[in-house]
């Protein structure tokens, strides 16, 4: 077996140093009845050749609109990730190695990721980001969480306007805390009403979450949200699901975010049917030991070098168990290596450059998408690359149609949002050229003649 | 090691110091800080907090351990020792002295009699 | 410029923040021919962001040699051994990294219409199977991204069948060798986590269990073979006791890779477990993620799975299903780490039933080889074989001085990542070994020898191992002063 050295002669030696007649001795312990007495019924083994036919077979069965006609965010944007990341992190040091316990023969990963929680702050506008989290939406959950905990409340708001799906991870993480999640409507708006988020908070509201942009695209308005939460003291969570608007637009934390969440997937890595993904989790120096998962901190070695290690270790699950900020222990650190790398391969300039890509394409499309015959903005909203378009036809039916001819559109409202049935998403961005949306414009078109 | 013999010690390892004014100064012991290693944060309860003998008013954290700290009397906290934020080393440095971490205004002065002296806690770290 | 060869092949490398000029850069954005969108006419002027001070300013080249000299910092498996215990560090798989990056699958929207994702279902589908075979349990679900989110699922859904019986109960029970990720994920379950004292052979105490286990515990966790490396022999007559009382029993399957193909969860008695595909399959560790932590169940909590689960239709076609009334949740954004069960999948039809059979003889062959080669020259705690990994404790070598952290530094200059230190908590001074069945004899066989020359060291001349590592990028760092005075970012960005 290819990945086993230990052949029938190194067996015999091992067993003679052991001091076992056989194998079976050292499984001793195992009871009788809790052995297995028939091979696994599983499959294999392949060789390679074979191991790649069957999933390139397998492969062909996705038969998807490839990244250039996919016009769906929600969640997931479409965005090119240079080359060289892939082959970056495919160093076989980044992507062998595990949590890096011995900083002295860690220094690499820890370096990338002290990048990686440099970016992140500065990006969402906080002082201080940890080393990932799983993704976006567990993130949101564990920033709830903590802010219930620093708080000492037990209720939070949350508009409908944050992604149905980070909502739902939320509730399935509190649902045994005690934790109050209070839904605030806010879709028909399409963006939150700063006193309607107010008069849902009191004393015992701990935190307040709005996702800018939010999940039908459009720019919330941070700076009146935080002056909203303040007579209730509640804590002001900012969500992004879309860091690449961050080339242009501040982060939550320059508008008051106490905490905040993003989901970073745009950075590095790979649409991959939604997973890995790469939560981002960021706070206030006030707060930074409170917060949930590890932290690389820098100091300096015997030598007086500069060097990174582990820090603040005292709140996670080894060494706090029980009374830990949170049960997390290995997280997404080689997708926070590659956001790390992407980010700095696109640099000051790239990261503006490519969000302004964003910006052009989305509006083209959305101009495009208006001038059909009543195809309308479902909102007048301010939006980076993703808005909301209402059909005068059944959406459902042509999405289908889209994608039977090679376009992957929407989705359609309705599946979250009852009474939008016919409101769609659109997401473009730098990849999507004229031609493609052009393409993916007339074919709507004739959809509604 | 130090026991200085004006104090009271509890088995948790907290010493105190009672003032005239009945305020007690309360810290940990040289014996704890060298079991604990290096101190890089102290956790305090807030300036007016009621706390009872024998309940955790904060928390002492090395890098790889994290220690409940026990209030051996009961009463008041009226002040903190704020330099501990930014020099958690004082409690190491000089646990007795600059490392104080809490004051109290005692409800019950009697409370110390039930307290250790310097000779039965230095016995009771030579046991373990 | 600010980075230079050390020594030979030896590279510094400053940080990133700040460098290059105006005018260079490491990617251009595709020509779209679309017209130009003033920000400040689109979005609201206030919520535009100044600059990114302290991005970096650089082109391909330079950001390739950055990363590539810090990478040069690292140890990793493909370097030389890594027994970190109950990490399972074994080789992996390069055929995994070109299964996982096959364009089909990588570029697949997760919202994608099901009926063109029937290639990435099949697999998710396949694998449930598989690892349901595997671990001889009844159904799966894929979604939780780590270990610890998996076991936060379990108790999730025991939870839920407990509710269902008509009480959620109170507690839940850890033995006290259990990994921290244990009693941690109990309390986001809004259960109070009890420990549960171990025997002198490190192994469940029946009358401690029979003490403790009540009708307000909810479940009992247990790692098997324990974090001592050592089976759980009565694990029978465990969960016997604990569904007797009407509790149920979940397994953490950090140690899977003791017992493959040789014994199954299910067949223990246990209701609900976790693997972890970053450890048992080979999946890579990535410098701390991303892994995953799918979990088996028995039929009995299959309803509580989180949503949406594979089906299969009639026809054959797999769909996505959403109406699962109940259901705990959902734990992830969409179906977990997919690119991550490519790989185990991959791994999985590599090995096939052989193949994984002989994993588990390897890997406890290999640790128990380890065992009688340091006998002698570390206090090894509880007697008799081990499985696929050991615990040795620094007891003699404190004689001279020298404690665990020493060795493992001094196993640094010797070329080895450490195992695992001080854990478990109840072996004073542990150190954890696992090799997993990718080393070769010879391997084993440096390691043990640098391993006795360390125990010599400690006799002969301990202070020299007080000073390790001394063969390293960096020595020994400053982890008081990273806690008392965090600096965990940069402050010139942003």
Known sequence: MRYIPLSPQDKEKALATIGASSVDQLFADIPEAARMNHPLQIPGPLPEMDLMDWFETAAEKNTHAGPRKTFIGAGAYVH??????????????????????????????????????????????????????YDGPSALAEAVIMACRVTGRDKVVMPDLVHPHWRQVVQTYTQHLGIDIILAPMASDGVCDPEKLAAAMDQRTAAVVVQSPNFFGHVEDMAAINKAREESGALLIGAVAEPMALGLLQGPGASGADICVAEGRSFGGSLGFGGPALGMFA??????????????????????????????????????????????????????????????????????????????????????????????????????????????????????????????????????????????????????????????????????? | MDFPKDLKYSKEHEWVRLGDDGVAVIGITAFAQDELGDIVFVETPKVGQNLKAGQTFGVAESVKTVSDLYSPVSGEVVEVNTNLLDSPELVNESPFGDGWMIKIKMDDPAELGSLLSSQDYQKLTQKG | MSSQSQQGLNFTEDEIFG?????????????????????????????????????????????????????????????????????????????????????????????????????????????????CAISGMDAATLQPAAGAHGEFTGLLMIRAALTARGNPRKKVLLPDSAHGTNPASTVYCGYEAVTLPSGPDGRIDMAQLDRLMDD??????????????????????????????????YCDGANLNAFLGKARFGDMGVDVAHINLHKTFSTPHGGGGPGAGPVVVKQELEPYLPFPLVEQTGGGDYRLEYDRPMSVGRVHGFFGNTGVLLRAAAYTLSMGPEGLAQVAEAAVINANYIRARLEGHYHIPYPGHCMHELVITDKIQNEYGVTTLDIAKALI????????????????????????????????????????????????????????????VRARLDEATAARRPQLRCSMCG
């Open chain 3, 19 to 131: 460098r290059g000029s105006p005018g260079r850069g490491g990617y251009t954005p595709p020509e779209s021919g679309l017209p130009a969108i003033d920000p400040q006419s689109a979005l609201p002027i206030g919520a535009l962001r100044k600059d990114l001070a302290g991005f970096p300013n650089l082109t391909e080249p330079e950001v390739t040699r950055h990363y590539t000299r810090m990478s040069q910092w690292n140890f990793a498996v493909d370097l030389n051994f890594y027994p970190l215990g109950s990490c399972t560090m074994k080789y992996n798989p390069r055929i995994n990294e070109a299964v996982a990056r096959i364009s089909g699958f990588s570029t697949l929207h997760p919202l994608a219409p099901d009926n063109q994702a029937q290639g990435t279902l099949e697999v998710i589908y396949n694998l449930e199977r598989w690892l």
């Open chain 1, 283 to 449: 706070v206030q120096n006030s707060l930074a030991r409170k917060m949930p998962g590890r932290l690389v901190g820098k100091t300096k070695d015997t030598k007086g070098q500069d060097g990174y290690t582990l820090t603040l270790s005292t709140r996670e699950q080894h060494i706090r168990r029980e009374k830990a900020t949170s049960n997390i222990c290995s997280n997404q650190a080689l997708m926070a290596t590659a956001a790390a790398i992407h980010i700095s391969l696109l640099g000051q300039n790239g990261l503006r450059e490519t969000a302004l890509a964003n910006l052009a394409a989305s509006h083209y499309l959305a101009e495009k998408m208006t001038a059909i015959p009543g195809v309308k903005m479902a909102f007048d909203q301010p939006f980076f690359n993703e808005f909301a378009v209402t059909l005068p036809m059944d959406a459902q039916r042509i999405l289908g149609d889209l994608a039977s001819a090679g376009y992957l559109a929407g989705p359609n409202l309705g599946r979250w949002y009852p009474e939008m049935n016919n409101t769609i998403l659109l997401c473009a961005t730098e990849v999507h050229s004229k031609k493609n949306i052009d393409a993916l414009v007339a074919m709507i078109a004739k959809g509604t003649v």
């Open chain 3, 413 to 472: 200059d010797r070329g080895f990542h450490p195992p695992t230190i001080y854990f478990p908590s109840i072996a004073r001074g542990a150190m954890m070994i696992e090799p997993t069945e990718t080393e070769s004899l010879e391997t084993l066989d440096q390691f043990c020898d640098a391993m006795i020359e360390i125990a010599g060291e400690a006799r002969a001349n301990p202070e020299s191992l007080k000073a390790a590592p001394v063969c390293t």
């Open chain 3, 216 to 249: 307000q515990t909810a479940a009992l966790m247990v790692t098997n073979p324990n974090t001592l490396g050592i089976f759980e022999t009565d694990i029978l007559e465990v969960s016997k006791l604990v569904h007797d009382r009407g509790g149920f029993l």
């Open chain 1, 80 to 133: 090119h990730v240079p080359v060289a990341v892939d082959h970056l992190i495919s160093r076989t040091e980044f992507f062998t190695c595990y949590t890096p316990y011995q900083p002295e023969v860690s220094q690499g990963t820890l370096a990338a990721i002290y990048e990686f929680q440099t970016y992140t702050a500065a990006l969402l506008g906080m002082e201080v980001a940890n080393a990932s989290m």
